[in-house]
C-alpha cells in the first residue's frame, strides 16, 4: 500500500474516531449539580469536549503540512488524558484542584497586570482576582503519571513539550536543514516533512484521542463508550500494522 493510500485511511480513522466521541458525548448524561467545583463527571465531561477540539484542530493542520503545529494540540490531548485519570481516581477533590488552578492563573495574570492599571475600579476588579486566587496552585501534569495508564500519557506529554510546545534548541533546530542537491546546511521557515513521518504522527494524535476515550470510560463507566472503544481500537490495530508502526 502506498504512503498516500495511509495516509487517506488513517484520516478516515480519525473522522470516524471524532464521529463515534461526539456520539459519545450526546449519549452521555451529565448532572449540572452545585457546587460545580466539585463536581468530576462535568469536568470529564468538558475535558473530553475539549480533546475532540484538540483533535479536530490537529487534523486540520496535519492536511496543511504543519507538523509540529499539529503536535502542540496531540500534547493537549495527552494532558487532559492524564487529567481526566486523575479525576477517575480522586474524584471531588481533582474537580476542586482543576477549578483552583483556573483561579489561581487568573490571580497570577491580574499580578501581572496590577502595577500598570490606573483607573481604580479596574484596578479594584483586578485586585479581587488576585484575592480569589489565594490559596490555590497550579496542577503539575507529573503528579499524575503514576496512575495506572497515565505513564505514556506523561512520557508523550513531555515529548511534545520538548520538540512542539516549547522554543528549545530540540524544537528550533528542525529549521536548520541540509539542501538535498548541494548538501550545504540552510535555515528553512516551513520545514517539508516525508509522508513517512506524517503517517507516524496520525499514528500517535489518534492514539492520544483514544487515550483520552479510555480515561473518560473510566470516569463516567460508560459501557456505550467500551463499545465505541473496541471497535476503533481492531481498526487502529491494523491500520498500524499496514503502516509498520511498532506498538
Known sequence: M????LISKWFSLAA????????????TKVELTEPLDENPDLFAFLLF???????????SLYQQGLIIEAQTLQRSCFENSIWLRRLAHEGPAFAKAIWDDGRYNEA??????????????TRAEIEERIKLGKGGK??????????????EDYAEFRRLSMSAAHPSSTALLRHFVRDDTTGELEISV???????????????TVAAMMHTLDSFIECLSSPEGLSIRNAMA???VELQAQSRIAG
Open 234 to 236: 481492531a481498526r487502529i
Open 49 to 59: 469536549c475539549r480533546t475532540i477540539t484538540n483533535f479536530k484542530g490537529a487534523m
Open 16 to 27: 470516524d474516531l471524532r464521529d463515534d466521541c461526539l456520539s459519545l458525548l450526546s449519549q
Open 2 to 5: 502506498s504512503q498516500g493510500e
Open 138 to 151: 497550579r496542577i503539575n501534569a507529573k503528579d499524575g503519571q503514576s496512575l495506572d495508564g497515565a505513564s
Open 108 to 121: 497570577s495574570f491580574a499580578s501581572v497586570l496590577v502595577a500598570g492599571t490606573t483607573d481604580l475600579s
Open 190 to 204: 516551513e520545514v517539508v516533512e516525508d509522508d513517512g513521518e506524517l503517517v507516524t504522527n496520525l499514528f500517535f
